[in-house]
Nanobody, 119 residues
Framework: QVQLVESGGGLVQPGGSLRLACAAS????????MAWYRQAPGQQRELVAR???????NYADSVKGRFTISRDNSKNTVDLQMNSLKPEDTAVYFC?????????????WGQGTQVTVSS
C-alpha cells in the first residue's frame, strides 16, 4: 500500500503563487510516475502535470509555462510550483502515484488539497 499526503493548498490572489507538496509512504518497491490532477466543481478530474522517475515531464496546455512539477526520488516526494495563478486554476488538487507493490503496478491517490484563486 502507498499513502499520499498533500500539503500547500490555500487561497491566493490572481497572479500569485502557491507550491503544493506530496509525500509518499508505505510498502512499495518503486514509484514509476508521480502526477498532479485537479477537479473543479462540476468538472471531470484532469491531469495537470506528471513526472517519471527519470525526470521526464508532461503538462496540460493550460498550465504550460506557469506550473513546474519536480520530484525527489530519494524522499518519494513530488512538488508542484504554481505561478501566475488564474481564477480558472481553482480546484481540488490531487496527488497521484503509479507504484510497484509486490510484482504489480498500482495507482494511488491523495485526499486532495483545495486551491482557490480569487481576489
Amino acid at each position: 500500500q502507498v499513502q499520499l499526503v498533500e500539503s500547500g493548498g490555500g487561497l491566493v490572489q490572481p497572479g500569485g503563487s502557491l507550491r503544493l507538496a506530496c509525500a509518499a509512504s508505505g510498502n512499495f518497491f518503486s514509484i514509476v510516475v508521480m502526477a498532479w490532477y485537479r477537479q473543479a466543481p462540476g468538472q471531470q478530474r484532469e491531469l495537470v502535470a506528471r513526472i517519471t522517475s527519470g525526470g521526464s515531464t508532461n503538462y496540460a496546455d493550460s498550465v504550460k509555462g506557469r506550473f513546474t512539477i519536480s520530484r525527489d526520488n530519494s524522499k518519494n516526494t513530488v512538488d508542484l510550483q504554481m505561478n501566475s495563478l488564474k481564477p480558472e486554476d481553482t480546484a481540488v488538487y490531487f496527488c497521484n502515484a503509479d507504484a510497484v507493490v509486490g510484482s504489480m503496478q498500482w495507482t494511488y491517490w491523495g485526499q486532495g488539497t483545495q486551491v482557490t484563486v480569487s481576489s
